[in-house]
């Protein structure tokens, strides 16, 4: 069973950076790909980026160009460098596999605030 620890969340002013980091456990990290989701207040969670084993990423339209994900397969990490934050970066944010599946639940997430 994977389980994931997120970090590295924050309050930061709008335009600055936070780099968020995820511990997994277990032994099928390697072979599996990794996505950051984020959940806003009152919305649904979205999956903003995504990397594969083999290091490919995708991105959201809405955080293209400003935010990189990464893993280190030895480490069993992943993490998520954002730059130039707005406020509607606002969320929770939570590391775990794409695609989602339920028998691998969510872990406790890390806060992002963006505001002056």
């Known amino acids: 069973q994977v389980q994931f620890v ?24 390697s072979i599996i790909a990794m996505g950051w989701y984020r959940q806003a207040p009152g919305k649904q969670r979205e999956l903003v980026a995504t990397i594969t084993k083999s290091g490919s990423t995708n991105y959201a339209d809405s955080v293209k160009g400003r935010f990189t994900i990464s893993r280190d397969n030895a480490k069993n990490t992943v993490s998520l460098q954002m730059n130039s934050l707005k406020p509607e970066d606002t969320a929770e944010y939570y590391c775990n596999v794409v695609p989602r599946v339920a028998s691998i639940s969510w872990g406790q997430g890390t806060q992002v605030t963006v505001s002056s």
């Open 6 to 29: 997120e970090s590295g969340g924050g309050l930061v002013q709008p335009g600055g950076s936070l780099r968020l980091s995820c511990a997994a456990s277990g032994s099928i990290f």
